[in-house]
Nanobody, 125 residues
């Protein structure tokens, strides 16, 4: 059974940092593009970041570029999202997803096969 389990969410003040982890089990994702998405109350789930299998190609939403960093450790079958300079508008449930079936549409949630249960990130002003 394939599982993606996120951790590392919490409550932080604006300007603070959090590091999210996504641990995969049931199969290896070392050859796959993996992504992070988020969903705020009353809003659509939106793309945050994606990373290709080698970690050499990184993709970010404009809203997080320069503040968030996605990375991976294939030996641990784990993907990370380092979030710095957090803003109240970053408040959302963050989801890990993979693999991405598309080589180009990494920003589309419809292209991802498996999803984690999500971890809440709340940024206070």
């Amino acid at each position: 059974q394939v599982q993606l389990v996120e951790s590392g969410g919490g409550l932080v003040q604006a300007g603070g940092s959090l590091r999210l982890s996504c641990a995969a089990s049931g199969r290896t994702f070392s050859s796959d593009t993996m992504g992070w998405f988020r969903q705020a109350p009353g809003k659509e789930r939106e793309f945050v970041a994606a990373i290709n299998w080698s970690g050499r190609r990184l993709f970010y939403a404009d809203s997080v570029k320069g503040r968030f960093t996605i990375s991976r450790d294939n030996a641990k079958n784990t993907v990370y999202l380092q979030m710095n300079s957090l803003k109240p508008e970053d408040t959302a449930v963050y989801y890990c997803a993979g693999p991405c079936y598309s080589s180009s549409s990494y920003y589309s949630k419809d292209e991802y096969a498996y999803w984690g249960q999500g971890t809440q990130v709340t940024v206070s002003s």
